[in-house]
């Protein structure tokens, strides 16, 4: 498949656990935030989002945290399955020299040990 | 079934001979937008699109043209490929940007070689 990062952050957990991938934004005016999951050999795909003015929100085993005192974002996956491993990135909405502009992170690959 | 399509997924092809990737969404969306990626530096927008007509700059559009002649079709094209335009591309289309939630659909992405 596409190797769409050579020295991404891993994290590996065994399946059924639960695995919580970080992120550091960098602008503090950033108002909204996504998280995305790209399987090998396929485009990113979005899973989750959040607004500035929450810290808090649920999907389906999905939960993303946002804590804006220290600009850092979480993605909790919960009970992993084998279909989980992909790589995870955040991105942040910002203001960009007068236009709003995504901002991506790198990203950290998710393996599930069976 | 909502989809972003890019033709062709792979190519490889010879310095300066001119490209073109086409991106077509089935979705009515306003805004598209162009990215490579490249290990190390994740997703860096090319080109954007607000509507038809209206094209932008996006972070790295050296190397790169674009045109919005239709609202499904946003074509990439490198009129002079050079070796470090070798990386994986992709389309994306969505609602606009400033909305407050925003879902952006990427497409399954072209891998080029430049040699």
Known sequence: ?114 | EAQVTQNPRYLITVTGKKLTVTCSQNMNHEYMSWYRQDPGLGLRQIYYSMNVEVTDKGDVPEGYKVSRKEKRNFPLILESPSPNQTSLYFCASSSRLAELSYEQYFGPGTRLTVT
Not at chain 1, 8 to 22: F, M
Not at chain 1, 34 to 39: F, H, L, N, T
């Open chain 1, 1 to 114: 498949g596409e190797s769409v990062g050579l020295h991404l952050p891993t994290l590996s957990v065994q399946e059924g656990d639960n695995s919580i991938i970080n992120c550091a934004y960098s602008n503090s005016a950033s108002d909204y935030f996504i998280w995305y999951k790209q399987e090998s050999g396929k485009g990113p795909q979005f899973i989750i989002d959040i607004r500035s003015n929450m810290d808090k929100r649920q999907g389906q085993r999905v939960t993303v945290l946002l804590n804006k005192t220290v600009k850092h974002l979480s993605l909790q996956i919960a009970a992993t399955q084998p279909g989980d491993s992909a790589v995870y990135f955040c991105a942040e909405r910002a203001l960009i020299q007068g236009a709003q502009k995504l901002v991506f992170g790198q990203g950290t690959r998710l393996t599930i040990n069976p």
